[in-house]
């Protein structure tokens, strides 16, 4: 018997539509790393969130189950059960098996999700081992099953229920692990985008549970979202560790041709200016009309206010946007019916018309906010004037190394032991901490692709201070005429000489410092180089343990332990401790971690830019106690800092 003779014309457009999911799942999901594993979990809460947004639904849980299933309920309408017309199958078995079918349903009025990857909860289907979804709508529970996206059985009405107003979903599933190259949820990823969410979206509560391990008290960790102050909380927790220069968060929305707009907005004295831009809850990093919009608008209400009450006197001309925007924390959030996401990573907002709709809305209400509020006005105004010296002051220090470069031979630091290969693609920079690993890594290198820049100790913490004095510090000069693709506004990542930057730093607390400090120079000057995957950390083992002939590297002291008493019979030959990398002979360090076929690399990724900014600003700003909170908060996993 045929195929088709078993099956309806509906049901052969269904398994087509999943082989492809099943077939090519990064066309569906981005990847099939942890960042699209964690997509998953995204792709159904967002039906929740539109549920949520449409005015049913106020409480949504997200579970990490024991066996490494997620699952999501929410209390909104529930997915319809009835049959669907044409496909003559229950709609909640429609909706879970057909490609982009979660929209047809309901003539949502505002349907935010369906951005980035909104490829609605059919994919999450075809790319699970089991899926259980379950629905109480219409006074009955019902229960439906998947296996790699096809239908278990049909959909069953489990029970009836004594109220008949209950109503949710919940949906179970087990990812699916010939997919996905990790089957490992990540607390703390699924925690910030969950809070983001949350703060996106006020009123909503969002709770995350991870049951795979339990606390002390044999009760689950379990983290719970909900900011009646929306995205206005939003800029008050990113500036928890800020001097605030005004109390109130500035904060106004807007609604035009069925676009909603809200700006969230406070400065600080903090020297880094932080401005997430979010169109329809996704970040949009590559950022779009909404943020030019924004942007414009701003430095044209501060030049004026500054013009008008003459307190431009100490500069020619006006301020540039750069420092204005210096400090200042910012959150701009817009829904749009139909939002249109361009650039590289489809995080660039293209709809033309919300430039104007921003522009306009900013323009008229933070004027008016200065007018009410001239005392603050007048203290960004006057921070906005010393950032524009110290602009005008780097500026200068940068045409000077420019020329003294251009006067020197080789415009290359001395201290750089250059790789022969010209080919980025090939070429790698180890930034070593110290000169004597410096001097080893120098031994101990490929010279044909691998570059040695030996840094001192502890660079300067770039999180306080201006690019004046940023640009007179030698190791920071060092790294971006080795890296060669300048700095901040002028950073082009199509310059850049090496596509692995590797920070070789020790395995203890001064290692752990110094990556910070080069991270965070990357991130606040370098941003690019981080979001194009480009730097790594070395991961040098902390033990060498010899027995009969054969050498085994452990990275911890249990992972030593085991090696004695599974690979030694108890008894090993010798176990060195390596104390860092200096103490490493050539041969050592190249064997460990140089030579790319043993050595284990970290890369470091951003995946959620407010995080990474919040923990810069803990970590390297100046309030003492919220960093220690930070530190015991993430001490398990301090050791290595994920941003
Ligand atoms: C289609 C139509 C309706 C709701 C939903 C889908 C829906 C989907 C999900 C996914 C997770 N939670 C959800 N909640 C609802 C509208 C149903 C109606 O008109 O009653």
């Not at 792709?43 to 949520?52: G, H, K, L, P, Q």
């Not at 949502?108 to 979804?133: D, F, I, P, T």
């Not at 431009?312 to 996401?341: C, M, W, Y």
């Not at 251009?406 to 790698?428: R, V």
Request: charged share 30%; with cysteine.
């Amino acid at each position: 018997m045929s195929q088709e003779s078993e099956y309806g014309a509906g049901q052969i457009q269904v398994l087509e539509g999943l082989e492809a999911v099943r077939k090519r799942p990064a066309m569906y999901i981005g990847s099939t790393d942890a960042r699209g594993l964690h997509h998953l979990v995204y792709e159904v809460v967002d039906n929740s969130i539109d549920e949520a947004l449409a005015g049913h639904c106020d409480d949504i849980t997200v579970t990490i189950n024991a066996d490494d299933s997620v699952t999501v309920s929410d209390d909104g309408r529930g997915i319809p059960v009835d049959t669907h017309d044409e496909y003559e199958r229950p709609a909640l078995e429609v909706i879970l098996t057909v490609l982009h079918a979660g929209g047809k349903f309901d003539n949502k009025s505002y349907q935010v999700s369906g951005g980035l990857h909104g490829v609605g909860v059919s994919v999450v289907n075809a790319l699970s081992e089991r899926l259980e979804a379950e629905v109480k709508r219409d006074g009955a529970v019902f229960r439906h099953a998947f296996e790699a996206g096809e239908p278990v059985g049909d959909m069953e009405r489990v029970r009836d229920m004594d109220d008949d107003e209950e109503t949710g979903t919940e949906v179970t599933f087990w990812p699916d692990t010939g997919v996905f190259e990790t089957g490992d949820f990540s607390f703390s990823t699924l925690s910030n985008r969950l809070r983001e969410l949350a703060f996106l979206n006020s009123g909503v509560r969002i709770t995350l549970r991870d049951e795979r391990q339990e606390t002390e008290d044999d009760e689950a960790i379990e983290e719970t979202y909900e900011y009646e102050g929306g995205i206005r909380e939003f800029v008050e927790y990113l500036n928890e560790t800020r001097s605030v220069m005004h109390e109130d968060v500035i904060y106004f929305e807007d609604e035009e041709q069925n676009i909603q707009v809200e700006v969230a907005m406070q400065a600080t004295e903090d020297l880094q200016g932080s401005i997430h831009a979010f169109a329809n809850n996704i970040n949009t990093r590559e950022g779009g009309t909404h943020l030019t919009g924004f942007k414009t608008a701003l430095t044209r209400v501060i030049n004026d206010y500054g013009n008008e009450n003459d307190l431009l006197g100490d500069i020619d001309g006006n301020l540039k946007g750069e420092d204005i925007r210096e400090g200042l924390t910012a959150v701009i959030s817009i829904k749009h019916p139909d939002p249109q996401f361009e650039g590289q990573t489809k995080t660039k907002l293209g709809n033309s018309e919300v430039r104007g709709i921003v522009e306009g809305a900013m323009h008229e209400q933070l004027g008016t906010y200065f007018e009410e509020h001239p005392d603050t006005a007048e203290a960004i105004v006057v921070k906005a004037v010393e950032a524009a010296k110290a602009r005008k002051a780097a500026q200068k220090a940068e045409e000077l190394t420019r020329r003294k470069s251009a006067l020197e031979s080789t415009s290359l630091p001395g201290k750089l032991a250059d790789c022969q290969t010209k080919d980025p693609e090939e070429a790698e920079l180890f930034i070593a901490e110290g000169d004597s690993a410096g001097g080893s890594a120098k031994q101990a290198r490929n010279p044909e692709f691998q570059a040695v820049l030996p840094i001192k100790g502890k660079i300067l913490n770039v999180e306080k201070h201006r690019l004046d004095r940023i640009l007179e510090n030698d190791e920071i000069r060092n790294m971006i005429t080795a890296i060669g693709a300048g700095i901040g506004d002028e950073f082009d990542i199509d310059d850049v000489r090496y596509k692995k930057i590797i920070m070789a730093t020790d395995a203890d607390v001064d290692g752990a410092h110094i990556r910070t400090l080069m991270l965070t120079f990357f991130y606040r000057h370098m941003r690019p180089l981080l979001e194009g995957g480009y730097v790594y950390a070395t991961q040098p083992p902390l033990y060498r343990i010899r027995y009969r002939g054969e050498t085994y590297d452990a990275m911890t002291e249990a992972e030593r332990d085991e090696i004695v008493e599974e690979k030694c019979d108890g008894s090993p030959t010798q176990v060195q401790r390596f104390k860092g990398l200096g103490e490493m002979n050539p041969e050592q360090l190249w064997e460990t971690t140089m030579n790319p076929d043993n050595r284990i690399l970290k890369q470091i990724t951003v995946e959620d830019a407010a995080a990474a900014d919040k923990m810069f600003s803990v970590l390297m700003g100046d309030a003492v106690e919220p960093r220690k909170q930070f530190i015991k908060d993430h001490a398990p996993e301090a050791e290595w800092i994920d941003i």
